[in-house]
């Protein structure tokens, strides 16, 4: 194996100025400056240094944007959550509204109802009324017949003549009004 030492050093026989070029970490020396050299006349650092302002400007644009879009979401879900706490009241109104109609609408079923069985049950005594006025009506004719019978079959028995017709008459006319009551 080969010693660093050996590879490093100058080779034998080289003494002054000739060891200096020998040497190898002087022209690893020399390829640094020059390499710095190149850099420096390209202006490496510049761009470089503008490279990574560029790049913070964009992260700087980026977290800002990203700022924008927090503050825009939260916007937006403020603006959801009273969308929807309206939606839930407007829900509560509605269902509310509903059970109100619904008690009313109850209330006046049963009016209607009592409404009905009132005016049925009018119709019905009404109805019962006119049926014993008729049965009433019925009687006093029937009783009014049997009683023009009976007397006409009386006056027919007991008169004769002129005074028959005269008291048949009268009692004719007397049925008449009767009747007519």
């Known amino acids: ?5 050996q590879l490093t050093a100058a080779p034998e026989g080289a003494t002054g100025v000739g060891a200096f070029f020998a040497d190898p ?4 020396g020399v390829g640094l400056i020059l390499f ?18 560029d790049r913070s400007e964009r992260i700087a644009d980026e977290l800002q944007n990203a700022e924008s879009l927090r503050v825009e979401a939260e916007k937006k879900l403020v603006e959801a959550e009273q969308r929807r706490a309206a939606a839930d009241a407007e829900a509560r109104a509605i269902i509310e509204e ?5 008690a009313e609408l109850a209330v006046r079923a049963r009016e209607q109802l009592a409404e009905t069985i009132s005016r049925r049950e009018r ?6 009324a006119r049926a014993e006025l008729d049965a009433t ?31 048949f008459d009268a009692s004719l006319d007397a049925v008449r009004k009767a009747l007519t009551r």
């Open 1 to 5: 194996m080969v010693e660093t030492a």
């Open 25 to 28: 970490t002087t022209w690893a």
């Open 36 to 53: 710095i050299a190149v850099v420096l006349w390209r202006r490496v650092p510049g761009q470089i240094a503008k490279s990574l302002d």
């Open 98 to 102: 509903a059970r109100r109609e619904a």
């Open 123 to 128: 119709m019905a005594e009404e109805r019962i």
């Open 137 to 167: 009506r019925d009687v006093r004719m029937a009783a009014v017949d049997a009683a023009s019978k009976a007397a006409a079959a009386l006056i027919t028995d007991k008169m004769t003549g002129a005074a028959l017709e005269t008291q």
